[in-house]
């Protein structure tokens, strides 16, 4: 079946950049549309952007200058880059499939990131 | 951005309780909404996409329904473990956004 593995530190420094993977197994990142989503302690979701094989991405605009989302084929992965982190950017960070018409369908287990000196 | 506001913010029913959650939008997104469960500590779950389509082995009792701007899930009859939180979101625009979500509890 299809699984989905963000890795990446847990602990980023206020000012520096939030970098994120997620590794894809049962299915090729070649196939849909890949997507990074955060949840803050105690809130709701924010899609933050998704990425396609070939490059192509689109980004939520509330968060459009600091990120940037690519796509690896060759390791079957694909990565989130927040630049200028904050506290408020203290999230569980999930990757997810996006299957457009058919939603976020396949979700990784998240990934807690605390922004913090 | 295409807002999404969801009533109540939070629900307590009895077991076998029909319950509804309503999902309301800020334009006409046609049936391009999506539910989502989420169990405490756990990622969200597509429950049903494109407003009123069942994701395959979701239970019969979960439901959806509405088109435009006004959405409804239903749970025919609760039970204990659809204690979760729930919540509604948009492919009709980018970005997109989830509501606010609707936490589900045992009375």
């Known amino acids: 079946q299809v699984q989905l593995q963000e890795s990446g530190p847990g602990l980023v420094k206020p000012s520096e950049t939030l970098s994120l993977t997620c590794s894809v197994s049962?299915?090729?990142?070649?196939?849909?549309?890949w997507s990074w989503i955060r949840q803050p302690p105690g809130k709701g979701l924010e899609w933050i952007g998704y990425v396609y094989y070939t490059g192509s991405t689109a980004y939520n605009p509330s968060l459009k200058s600091r990120t940037s989302i690519s796509a690896d084929t060759s390791k079957n992965q694909f990565s989130l880059r927040l630049t200028s982190v904050t506290a408020a950017d203290t999230a569980v960070y999930f990757c997810a499939r996006d299957v457009g018409a058919g939603g976020f369908d396949i979700w990784g287990q998240g990934a807690m990131v605390t922004v913090s000196s | 951005d295409i807002q999404l506001t969801q009533s109540p913010s939070s629900l307590s029913a009895s077991l076998g309780d029909r319950v509804t959650i309503t999902c309301q939008a800020s334009?006409?997104?046609?049936?391009?909404l999506n539910w989502y469960q989420q169990k405490l500590g756990k990622a969200p779950k597509l429950l049903i996409h494109?407003?009123?389509e069942l994701e395959t082995g979701v239970p019969s009792r979960f439901s959806g329904g509405g088109s435009g701007t006004h959405f409804t899930l239903t749970i025919s009859s609760l039970q204990s473990e659809d204690v979760a939180t729930y919540y509604c979101q948009q492919y009709d625009r980018l970005p997109r956004t989830f509501g606010q979500g609707t936490k589900l509890e045992i009375k």
């Open positions: 049962g299915d090729s990142i070649t196939n849909n549309y």
């Open positions: 334009h006409d997104i046609l049936t391009y």
């Open positions: 494109d407003a009123s």
